[in-house]
């Protein structure tokens, strides 16, 4: 894939969003959003895991995986070294920076189980980026994804005062807002081709 | 083709314990926090490692937070306050706490994990709780689904306690239970005796130590537990007294009417106890024969079902609308429930309504 890694950063943000485009990572979009603070906690805590797990799985694909021809356990691999990470992630934050860890609190933990992360290091793989590309397309759909929970907490904010069938509250009326953003972002779409 | 298993096998094992040393090699250096102290109400001081849970930290030098869930974050019984150290609320205690517990600095030992040095302020009485090792002495059967059993402690020896507290039964693990839990019983004996304990056991299907109570203890086994705990006792008024229980909630009432016949009383005091069927009703004799020992006592069994074939004399229905009849001085009443959480709350509204201060309605609810 022949993609400046800069272009290919932004495109990751606007133009093919991970949780927009390709809607991955809904289950924590939809129940963490409901106030703007935890959901930028949680979108700064899947941009990290992301970007690193991008690089560091893109490095066991291809210098572990395909030598030995073990490609076939690229999902459990995958699993594993994020399950990994966020647990050493968990510990360094909260030894360093405890005030950091008690603002993320218990989002960490549930990254691990977050399909924007499992799809990213599995769309590095299918769509053959290099080092560089799958570190920004990471840090890319990191950013992505958080811009998208920061929208959508944001009007979920301002939906608090509005009267709202009620057979649409909560996830209903998420995942309505969720779709009209989405079609707001096929605007940027065919700008940059990633795929 | 069996080579390659081998080797894929073998590869895959190297990576996932590669992550993993790193993760525990990670947790040696990362989780040391050094040497912490705690400061207890300013009077005792506790220096450990830090990087257990302020529960946990505690229990292991003798001190013992009431907990019934274990250090889960579920039951929210281990409460404490924690003056410094306790770092900010965690999402996994706002549930618990209430507003004003959270201005008062009460946090949940269970969630806080001793970083640095810790000042935390406990009830006294916490100091008075240890772990009791004693032997099954004998076990009755009361009702169908309900046990007494007598402890008589070996070590300590004895037990200072106030009619009305509990204590926390450990079980160990038997048959398919593969973890020690600990669950909370009142005790229904007089604390003047303070060699022997007694419990009142109900049977709850699938229940963990109930279970083991009803299926596998034996006379003569070992057995353990912590306590006293809880503050459900006898206030030292001449208020009148009402008290309502159900099921295996007679223990800690039992308790405190022998502990009153043995130092004497002259307060009024009326008992009501609610049950579905005769088969229900267990010590029955026993309770009325308090009606002679006391000046102004009377024991008032209720039924709610009781079925055709017993020939029921008594009481029928629940135990709320009888109190209007009891209660002849609302505002001079101390009421003592022992229950369930749905019947302590029914019962409360219907007290509050009929005139009896909330701040003198005393309760012992059990999940």
């Known amino acids: 894939m022949d993609i400046n890694a800069f272009i290919l950063f932004w495109a990751a943000i606007f133009t093919s969003n991970i949780l927009l485009t390709n809607f991955l990572g809904m289950c924590s979009y939809l129940s963490i959003s409901r106030e703007v603070e935890s959901s930028f906690g949680l979108g700064m805590a899947v941009f990290f895991v992301l970007t690193v797990t991008a690089g560091l799985n893109w490095v066991i694909y291809y210098h572990i995986l395909v030598p030995f021809d073990l490609i076939y356990l690229q999902f459990i691999v995958f699993i594993i070294v994020i399950a990994a990470f966020v647990q050493l992630l968990e510990m360094l934050i909260e030894r360093f920076t405890p005030a950091l860890y008690y603002t993320l609190g218990i989002f960490l933990p549930l990254i691990t189980v977050n399909c924007a992360i499992f799809g990213v290091s599995l769309f590095l793989v299918i769509r053959k980026y290099s080092f560089i590309q799958s570190v920004a397309y990471g840090a890319g759909s990191g950013i992505g994804w958080l811009l998208a929970i920061l929208m959508l907490a944001g009007i979920r904010?301002?939906?608090?005062?509005?009267?709202?069938?009620?057979?649409?509250?909560?996830?209903?009326?998420?995942?309505?807002?969720?779709?009209?953003?989405?079609?707001?972002?096929?605007?940027?779409?065919?700008?940059?081709?990633?795929? | 083709m069996f080579v390659s298993i081998i080797q894929d096998i073998g590869i895959t094992s190297l990576v996932s314990g590669g992550l993993a040393l790193i993760l525990v090699i990670a947790q040696r250096y990362l989780n040391d926090y050094g040497d912490c102290k705690i400061d207890i109400n300013g009077k005792r001081l506790i220096t450990l490692k830090g990087g257990s849970s302020l529960l946990n930290a505690l229990s292991e030098n003798q001190i013992f937070?009431?907990?019934?869930?274990?250090?889960?974050?579920?039951?929210?019984?281990?409460?404490?306050?924690?003056?410094?150290?306790?770092?900010?609320?965690?999402?996994?205690?706002?549930?618990?706490?209430?507003?004003?517990?959270?201005?008062?600095?009460?946090?949940?030992?269970?969630?806080?994990?001793?970083?640095?040095?810790?000042?935390?302020?406990?009830?006294?009485?916490?100091?008075?709780?240890?772990?009791?090792?004693?032997?099954?002495?004998?076990?009755?059967?009361?009702?169908?689904?309900?046990?007494?059993?007598?402890?008589?402690?070996?070590?300590?020896?004895?037990?200072?306690?106030?009619?009305?507290?509990?204590?926390?039964?450990?079980?160990?693990?038997?048959?398919?239970?593969?973890?020690?839990?600990?669950?909370?019983?009142?005790?229904?004996?007089?604390?003047?005796?303070?060699?022997?304990?007694?419990?009142?056991?109900?049977?709850?299907?699938?229940?963990?130590?109930?279970?083991?109570?009803?299926?596998?203890?034996?006379?003569?086994?070992?057995?353990?537990?912590t306590g006293p705990y809880g503050d459900f006792f006898i206030r030292d008024t001449s208020a009148d007294m009402i008290f309502v229980a159900g099921g295996s909630g007679k223990a800690p009432i039992?308790?405190?009417?022998?502990?009153?016949?043995?130092?004497?009383?002259?307060?009024?005091?009326?008992?009501?106890?609610?049950?579905?069927?005769?088969?229900?009703?267990?010590?029955?004799?026993?309770?009325?024969?308090?009606?002679?020992?006391?000046?102004?006592?009377?024991?008032?069994?209720?039924?709610s079902k009781p079925c055709p074939e017993e020939n029921w004399q008594g009481r029928i229905g629940y135990v709320m609308p009888v109190f209007p009849e009891l209660i002849t001085d609302p505002a001079n009443t101390e009421a003592y429930l022992c229950g369930s959480p749905a019947m302590i709350e029914s019962v409360k509204k219907a007290l509050i309504e009929l005139g009896v201060p909330k701040d003198r309605i005393y309760y012992d609810s059990f999940g």
């Open chain 2, 65 to 225: 937070i009431p907990s019934a869930c274990g250090g889960k974050g579920s039951c929210g019984t281990c409460k404490c306050q924690v003056l410094e150290g306790g770092g900010p609320l965690l999402p996994t205690e706002k549930p618990l706490l209430t507003t004003k517990e959270m201005t008062g600095n009460v946090r949940l030992a269970c969630q806080i994990k001793v970083k640095s040095d810790v000042r935390i302020h406990i009830p006294e009485s916490i100091f008075n709780i240890r772990r009791f090792q004693g032997v099954v002495s004998k076990i009755e059967d009361y009702t169908y689904d309900i046990k007494g059993v007598i402890i008589t402690l070996t070590e300590p020896e004895t037990i200072d306690f106030k009619a009305g507290q509990y204590v926390q039964l450990e079980t160990p693990i038997y048959a398919k239970v593969r973890q020690k839990v600990g669950r909370a019983y009142s005790i229904s004996s007089d604390p003047g005796n303070d060699r022997q304990i007694q419990l009142i056991i109900r049977y709850v299907p699938e229940g963990i130590c109930t279970t083991w109570v009803h299926q596998y203890l034996n006379e003569g086994d070992q057995i353990s537990f």
């Open chain 1, 157 to 195: 904010n301002r939906l608090k005062e509005k009267m709202i069938p009620q057979g649409l509250q909560g996830a209903g009326i998420s995942l309505i807002v969720t779709g009209i953003m989405a079609l707001a972002f096929i605007g940027f779409s065919g700008i940059v081709i990633v795929q």
């Open chain 2, 254 to 303: 039992k308790s405190i009417l022998e502990y009153l016949s043995r130092v004497g009383t002259t307060r009024r005091m009326r008992y009501l106890f609610g049950a579905r069927t005769c088969k229900d009703l267990y010590l029955t004799g026993e309770m009325h024969a308090f009606e002679q020992v006391f000046d102004d006592f009377e024991y008032i069994p209720v039924l």
